[in-house]
């Protein structure tokens, strides 16, 4: 029985998370009918899509047992030098081109994480707090302060702006860029899971000195996933231009800690070597879910964080429960054997 | 030469030498506070020889100290509890939640019984605001304690959960008011030091001799630097680490007092880049982030050297964000930096003890 309890609940207690969202849906649902609507849906779509991308590259720092505070300062640097770079060198390439340009800045910012982590094998709060000061102070005081209004900005960037692959009467519509946040989602689950690289990272952050022991090269991996978290925030900072419509250097300021927030409340640890794609997608969504319709349960928006940070500290308080539980068990059998 | 003169020539450089590393070593053993304050020094002097006239200025240094305490009171409640290995991100979310009952308290009562009725209350009414940095650091206390979640989730979600009830609150806006005494503090100087950088220094220095001089410091520093020798010489964990979480929230509420003495009115926004600045200048300050090591003066150091970088860069007409730069590449710098002199102790030490083989090594 507790068995089947446990593998409900999940590796990472994705199954804990599925519950409250249904009980979540549904009180909503009963407080309000309009809630059911493919309007609310997309609503919902698009403002997790941005914060996912985020959560993704926190994830797989956390794992990694890491935690990186730095990506929202890469993920505004990258996509504003790129807009700003194709607004005066007068291109208009392709969206996939300017996808690309973005991610390369970011990987370089990562690249640069990654080198004084590994390298120095400092603690990964303070040198990412360090790294976040100077590419914010960086992008604005030599790249540009200024606000780059929507009919300013490049073109592919204005034609992706205004892609919506579904649209609904009532003003609701689902927005292309769902398609590639999807595709990178799944890729990143993937990697996680079978590949070489994904294994590493969870062993490095279960136990780096057993991780070295068995073959895998610490410092390379760590330098790598850095790289491949900066372009990921690149990636999120584009599609954060490309959804609101401007591009604002001084934007995405002070939302690490709450991103950081709905990893964990998606089941990884902070200690690293556990989290999945999965609980980290519930967690963001469940954290959407509240700040956008918590007035539907006739709760003012004003409790949004508290909320929120009641959730986290249940979500965290669950699994403290689970740790203890499996600390104790060893030590109710070990009586046993000295008895026979 | 003089064969003479060599050979005294020769041990005079050793002597220097040795005093040279003698003087590093010693550095090195309270390397939060020599350094800080060498850096501390370094950086007045660049500023005070680049623009005397302005960073000099009277007004200038006036700011300094009074922008100090505020920071440095939230930095030592992170370092209290970095001490023990923990972390405490709840800080202004505290101070904030101090600040606007003290506000909101002082309001009430001077509507409902004219404000003099609310000035002669003013003790009081701070009382019931330091009781709020007690509760709350009661409850993370709690958590981490009692409930053994680690502390930075459990500060995490405290920090959003207090924030978030101060958004509640006040409904999200700016109020304002305070007692009259607390904007008296923050106007007063004594013998030309401001009264705010007096409080800051009278905190740190119960804080120095309570982590120091008292068995419950002892207990602090001893959980931070190894739990399980802790354990098992008989310190209670619990009550150690509820006693940190307590005083943190403490220090953050007097810091909150700080907040209305400068600008009587509060909300639950102010200070909100505060969480990180502060595990910045608690690092700098020499605070192991692993717990074991931390020295109130050298947070207050790196508080007041932050300061002076910062009004410095304002002098020299140097903006905001490229003060925020030069605060990133000294952190790193100086972590980068103490990961050498870490690493040195671990090699035979290369002193200039024997000139010999040093200047035999070019002919290999």
């Not at chain 1, 990964?124 to 300013?152: E, M, N, R």
């Not at chain 1, 136990?207 to 073959?215: L, N, S």
């Not at chain 2, 090591?293 to 490229?322: D, I, K, N, P």
């Amino acid at each position: 029985m507790s068995g089947k309890l446990a593998r409900l609940r999940g590796p990472n207690n994705e199954g804990l998370l599925v519950a409250v969202i249904i009980v979540v849906v549904v009180a909503m649902a009963l407080a309000s009918p309009a809630f059911f609507s493919p309007s609310t849906f997309f609503a919902l779509v698009r403002s997790s899509m941005v914060p996912l991308v985020f959560a993704l590259g926190v994830l797989l720092v956390l794992i990694s047992g890491g935690i990186d505070v730095s990506f929202p300062a890469i993920a505004i640097f990258a996509a504003y030098a790129t807009v700003k770079w194709l607004l005066e060198a007068g291109l208009d390439p392709s969206p996939v081109v300017v996808f690309i340009i973005a991610m390369t800045v970011g990987g370089l910012l990562g690249l640069l994480n990654g080198v004084v982590i590994a390298r120095f094998r400092l603690p990964t709060l303070i040198v990412t707090l360090g790294t976040q000061s100077i590419f914010k102070g960086v992008l604005i005081a030599y790249i540009g302060s200024v606000y780059i209004a929507s009919a300013d900005l490049p073109t592919p960037i204005n034609d992706l702006s205004g892609a919506h692959l579904v649209e609904v009467s009532g003003g609701g519509y689902l927005h292309f860029m769902i398609i590639p946040v999807a595709i990178v989602t799944v890729l990143i689950a993937l990697m996680l899971k079978r590949t070489m690289f994904g294994r590493s990272i969870y062993a490095i952050g279960g136990d780096t000195e057993a991780a070295r022991r068995v073959g895998i090269r610490v410092v390379r991996t760590q330098v790598w996933l850095y790289v491949l978290v900066g372009s990921l925030a690149a990636f999120g900072g584009l599609t954060f231009v490309i959804l609101g419509r401007n591009a604002n250097p001084q934007s995405l300021v002070g939302i690490e800690l709450d991103i950081i927030a709905a990893v964990v409340l998606g089941g990884a640890s902070i200690f690293g070597g556990r989290g999945s794609v999965l609980g980290t997608v519930l967690g963001v969504v469940l954290v959407q879910l509240i700040n956008n319709n918590l007035v539907l349960l006739g709760i003012p928006s004003t409790w949004q964080r508290a909320t929120v940070g009641v959730l986290l500290l249940l979500g965290v308080s669950v699994q403290a429960l689970g740790a203890s539980r499996g600390r104790r068990r060893p030590v109710v059998v070990a009586p046993k054997e000295a008895a026979t | 030469m003089n064969q003479n003169l060599r050979d005294s020539m020769s041990e005079l450089n050793e002597r220097a030498g040795a005093a040279w590393s003698a003087a590093l070593v010693r550095i090195h053993v309270s390397r939060g506070v020599g350094r800080m304050a060498l850096l501390l020094v370094a950086t007045f002097a660049v500023f005070a020889f680049l623009r005397p006239g302005i960073f000099l200025n009277s007004v200038n240094l006036t700011n300094i100290a009074i922008g100090t305490p505020e920071i440095g009171l939230l930095a030592l409640a992170v370092m209290i509890a970095m001490l023990t290995g923990g972390i405490d991100l709840s800080v202004v979310a505290i101070a904030n939640g101090t600040a606007i009952t003290v506000s909101s308290l002082y309001t009430a009562i001077a509507e409902a019984q004219g404000s003099s009725a609310a000035e002669s209350m003013t003790p009081l009414i701070l009382l019931v605001g330091l009781a709020v940095g007690l509760v709350l650091g009661t409850v993370n206390g709690l958590l981490i304690s009692i409930a053994r979640i680690t502390p930075i989730l459990v500060t995490l979600g405290t920090m959003q959960l207090f924030n978030g009830l101060a958004l509640v609150w006040t409904g999200g806006v700016t109020i304002s008011g305070a007692p009259s005494a607390l904007r008296t503090v923050g106007r007063t100087a004594v013998l030309g030091v401001p009264v705010l950088l007096v409080i800051l220094l009278a905190a740190a220095a119960l804080l120095a001799v309570l982590i120091n001089r008292t068995p419950i410091g002892r207990k602090i520093q001893l959980e931070g630097a190894n739990p399980v020798a802790a354990r098992y010489s008989g310190i209670s964990d619990r009550t150690t680490l509820m006693m940190t979480y307590v005083i943190s929230g403490l220090l953050s509420s007097i810091a909150g007092l700080l907040f209305l003495s400068r600008n009587p009115s509060a909300s639950a926004d102010y200070g909100s880049s505060y969480v990180l600045l502060v595990i910045v200048i608690v690092v700098l300050g020499g605070t192991n982030p692993m717990g074991g090591f931390a020295t109130v003066l050298g947070v207050v150091l790196a508080t007041l050297t932050l300061q002076v970088v910062s009004s410095g860069f304002t002098a020299l007409r140097l903006s905001a964000y490229e003060y925020a730069i030069a605060q990133g590449v000294i952190l790193i710098g100086v972590m980068v930096l103490d990961q050498f002199s870490f690493r040195k102790p671990s090699r035979p030490v290369p002193v200039v003890t024997d000139p010999q083989p040093s200047s035999t090594a070019p002919d290999k």
